[in-house]
């Protein structure tokens, strides 16, 4: 859940940022969806080290 939170919030900015004359300029559209798209991994592999641990409930 984490992740798709994660996911809503980045595509908001970009979304934000590729609004005007930004939206036709192809070095920040690329750098754009690089950077979203590492974002993702950093947060993917973030969550996956993740390791929780609860307590016996006996």
């Known amino acids: ?3 798709s939170i994660l996911a809503a919030i ?3 900015i ?3 940022i590729f609004q ?3 939206s036709e300029n192809p070095i920040i ?3 754009g ?3 979203m798209g590492i974002f993702h991994v950093v947060a993917l ?3 996956k ?3 929780v641990k609860f307590r016996d409930s006996a």
């Open 1 to 3: 859940m984490s992740f």
């Open 10 to 12: 980045s595509s908001t």
């Open 14 to 16: 970009f979304g934000f």
């Open 20 to 22: 005007g004359g930004n």
């Open 29 to 31: 559209l690329t750098l």
């Open 33 to 35: 969806l690089m950077s």
């Open 45 to 47: 592999v973030s969550l």
């Open 49 to 51: 080290r993740l390791k």
